[in-house]
């Protein structure tokens, strides 16, 4: 199985911007949608954003005009951009293939607070 190392997650005010990057382990060509996760305290995880291997794109409605997600199969690297940061965006994020999962990695911290 592919493994994810999810960074760039921190502490930003309202309306601020962060962008996450997720490495793989291996190839994430043969893999055709990647998502975007995060799981806030104590709420289930759910699926943010996804892209397919031929770059279309879907959001959560929460996130619709505000996030961005992106690939790049060559850097074996999925990113994304969030802008106009909530506080209720706060939870941890994580990659991973889309729908068919693989191992989760450790996720990264994303707090928005004033």
């Known amino acids: 199985q592919v493994q994810f190392v999810e960074s760039g997650g921190g502490l930003v005010q309202p309306g601020g911007s962060l962008r996450l990057s997720c490495a793989a382990s291996?190839?994430?060509?043969?893999?055709?949608?990647m998502g975007w996760y995060r799981q806030a305290p104590g709420k289930d995880r759910e699926l943010v954003a996804r892209?397919?291997?031929?770059?279309?794109?879907n959001y959560a409605d929460s996130v619709k005009g505000r996030f961005t997600i992106s690939r790049d199969n060559a850097k074996n690297t999925v990113y994304l951009q969030m802008n106009s940061l909530k506080p209720e965006d706060t939870a941890v994020y994580y990659c991973?293939?889309?729908?068919?999962?693989?191992?989760w990695g450790q996720g990264t911290q994303v707090t928005v607070s004033s």
């Open positions: 991973n293939a889309y729908p068919f999962l693989q191992s």
């Open positions: 892209v397919t291997s031929g770059r279309s794109t």
């Open positions: 291996g190839s994430i060509a043969r893999i055709y949608t």
